[in-house]
Structure formats: structure tokens, C-alpha cells
């Protein structure tokens, strides 16, 4: 069974740095062609993607967001961490961490996701 | 990016309906597309992944089909358990982006 987990502060001032961890089971991250990626959304909005970490420590980022983000992983505890700069009240939203998993037709969609995690900006 | 149209931003219909949104991509993705269900206060769960492939558990009243750059999910027959928001995801490009989503009432 694969399950995924956001922690991280729920709360944080602007201008701040945030840091989010998911802790996963039930896959490794290690395997060959599995990823973990981040997704948030704003309160009644839409997913917006921010983040992908492969199996081989490539990354990828939102072109939009990429300048503040950075994704790390650490396979021997199962997690992947997910930091954002300088934080807005418009980066409030849920955030997401989901399983990419192997795909020889194609891989890029999320198969299995976390509960996701709150982030209120605010001073 | 790759942009996603979504149409319609919100739709009502009946149980018993045939229901069916549609998703554009800005430019060729051949069939890298995947369709998420989304409940409030819920995380989006996957429904359909290379456009037209259902996922294991999913009620074979939800399919999913492509016709150039053009993508459509279509439920068979709205049952009460499928109000929700359903989301349209493109993963040809590294840069993922999802659709601005259609509510399902």
C-alpha cells in the first residue's frame, strides 16, 4: 500500500522560507523511473504543479515558480522536501505531494497522493 | 507551458446523464494526458492516465478519449458519488499543468 504525508508549518509570515517534507512508504524512491512531485492549490482554485523529483535525482520545476523552489530527496528515509522562498498570502493554499510512478507508455501523472497540507501566509 | 482549456467551468446534469468535459492542449501531446476526480477537502484521485486508460477500481462508466489535441472524459451515466471537480493534467512536457477544472453539480 502506498501512502504519501505533508508535514510542515501551517502557518508561516511573508517573505519567510517554507519547508515542506513528505514522507512516503510503499514505493522507493530509488526505483527505476518513479518520481514524487509537489502540487498546491489555492483556496476554490484550480492544481497548479510546482515540482518533480526522479528516481535518479533529476529535477524539474515550475518555470513560473522556479527561481524560489527547491525539491531534495532522501531515499534511505523516504522523503522528499520541498522549499519555497520568500512566501506571498497568494502562495496560501493546500499543498500536495504525490507518487509519479513508472510508466513504459509514459510517465507523468500522479497515481497516488498525500492528504496535502495547509499553508496560511500571514503576517 | 503547455496550456489546458477546460470546458465547461462548471456543469449541471441529472443522475442518469451522460456527462462529458473537454480539455485542449495548446499544442500536440499525443496522449499524455491523465484525468484527475476531485472531492472537497479531498486530494484528487487519478482516473484515467494516457488519456484513454481507466485505472484499476475505476467505475467503467468513466472513459476517456483524444482526437488531436483535443481530450474528452466522459461519464456514462452520472451516479450521485460523481459530484465533484475533475481536473485534466498534461505530462508531454517536463513542465506539468493541469487544467483550470470542470465542476460536476
Known amino acids: 500500500q502506498i501512502t504519501l504525508k505533508e508535514s510542515g508549518p501551517p502557518v508561516v509570515k511573508p517573505t519567510q522560507t517554507l519547508t515542506l517534507t513528505c514522507t512516503f512508504s510503499?514505493?522507493?524512491?530509488?526505483?527505476?523511473?518513479?518520481?514524487v512531485g509537489w502540487i498546491r492549490q489555492p483556496p476554490g482554485e484550480a492544481l497548479e504543479w510546482l515540482a518533480d523529483?526522479?528516481?535518479?535525482?533529476?529535477?524539474y520545476y515550475s518555470p513560473d515558480l522556479k527561481s524560489r523552489l527547491t525539491i531534495t530527496k532522501d531515499t534511505s528515509k523516504n522523503q522528499v522536501v520541498l522549499t519555497m522562498t520568500n512566501m506571498d498570502p497568494l502562495d496560501t493554499g493546500t499543498y500536495f505531494c504525490?507518487?509519479?510512478?513508472?510508466?513504459?507508455?509514459?510517465?507523468?501523472?500522479?497515481?497516488?497522493w498525500g492528504q496535502g497540507a495547509l499553508v496560511i501566509v500571514s503576517s | 507551458d503547455i496550456q489546458m482549456t477546460q470546458s465547461p467551468s462548471t456543469l449541471s446534469a441529472s443522475v442518469g446523464d451522460r456527462v462529458t468535459i473537454t480539455c485542449r492542449a495548446g499544442?500536440?501531446?499525443?496522449?499524455?494526458l491523465a484525468w484527475y476526480q476531485q472531492k472537497p477537502g479531498k486530494a484528487p484521485k487519478l482516473l484515467i492516465s494516457?488519456?484513454?486508460s481507466l485505472e484499476n477500481g475505476v467505475p467503467s462508466r468513466f472513459s476517456g478519449s483524444a482526437s488531436g489535441t483535443e481530450f474528452t472524459l466522459t461519464i456514462s451515466s452520472l451516479q450521485p458519488d460523481d459530484v465533484a471537480t475533475y481536473y485534466c493534467?498534461?505530462?508531454?512536457?517536463?513542465?506539468?499543468?493541469f487544467g483550470r477544472g470542470t465542476k460536476v453539480e
Open positions: 504525490a507518487q509519479r510512478p513508472h510508466d513504459s507508455r509514459g510517465s507523468g501523472y500522479f497515481q497516488h
Open positions: 494516457q488519456a484513454s
Open positions: 499544442q500536440k501531446i499525443s496522449n499524455w
Open positions: 523529483i526522479d528516481w535518479d535525482g533529476d529535477k
Open positions: 493534467q498534461q505530462f508531454k512536457s517536463f513542465s506539468k499543468t
Open positions: 510503499g514505493f522507493s524512491l530509488s526505483a527505476y523511473g518513479v518520481g
